[in-house]
Structures are given as C-alpha cells and as structure tokens.
C-alpha cells in the first residue's frame, strides 16, 4: 500500500486538523490505526450533531481503509461530509489526508471512513432527527 501519488486538499474548509505527536506512535514511528480511527469518530460526529442539531452517538463504523501511513509531524485534515439521513440516524463520509513535507507541499490521503450515528436526547434514547426546512 505505498501510493505515493500527490494529490491536493479538496476545496472545502476541513472539520478537523491535528498533528499526531510522539506519544501516538508505535515504536516504528507509525501512528497507531486507533488514535486514527478517533480522531475520525470526532471528525464525522462534527457534522453529524450540526444536523440532528443536539447530541450523536456512534453506533457503527460501515468502512474504514487505512491507505497510507501517518507519521508524527504529518498535519492531518479531516474532511466530513453527511451523506445519508434516516428518521434517526445519520451516515458521514469522512477523508483524512496528510500533508507531508510542508515546503515541497506533499499531500496524500490516508485514510476514508463511513460511519454511523443515531441521534440522542437528554436520557441517551435515539431521537428524530429535525426535518430540515424546504426552500
């Protein structure tokens, strides 16, 4: 899995962005998939609360690929969008790239997720998600 193919950001603000320090790593230097897989649990319940306007709990993570390592020192961007809406859950697309290098400007993405989210209400019960207002 070493595609080393450049690419650029996407032309939306990210949810997210981090840098994964030494502490993140295992003893080869490579950030641990778990530290990855929460960060994108925090990226993908950003915009998944804005649209059941309240609280979200993960309920299932449907796909995550893992394409390229993430090292300490890559700035990561985490891009969400929502891509499903049900009566109380919501499905969020989440890419992660890594911006190595930062004076050559080498980008690569590293890693895509779907997750699942359930709206919830004060005592931790599923919920409606709020109709949106036609236009």
Do not use: C
């Amino acid at each position: 899995m070493t595609d080393s193919t450049k690419t650029s950001l996407p032309n939306s603000m990210p949810t997210i962005r981090v840098m994964p320090m030494p502490s993140d790593a295992n003893i080869h230097g490579d950030v641990f998939g778990g530290w990855i897989m929460a960060q994108v649990d925090i990226a993908g319940a950003v915009p998944a609360a804005r649209r059941a306007n309240g609280r979200v709990a993960t309920i299932a993570v449907n796909s995550f690929l893992f394409k390229q390592p993430v090292f300490v020192g890559d700035l990561l961007s985490f891009y969400a969008e929502v891509v499903k809406v049900g009566n109380t859950s919501i499905t969020v697309s989440v890419e992660v790239y890594a911006e190595r290098n930062r004076l050559q400007a080498d980008t690569v993405k590293v890693t895509e997720a779907t997750l699942t989210y359930v709206a919830t209400d004060g005592h931790r019960k599923p919920r409606q998600i709020p109709k949106l207002d036609s236009l």
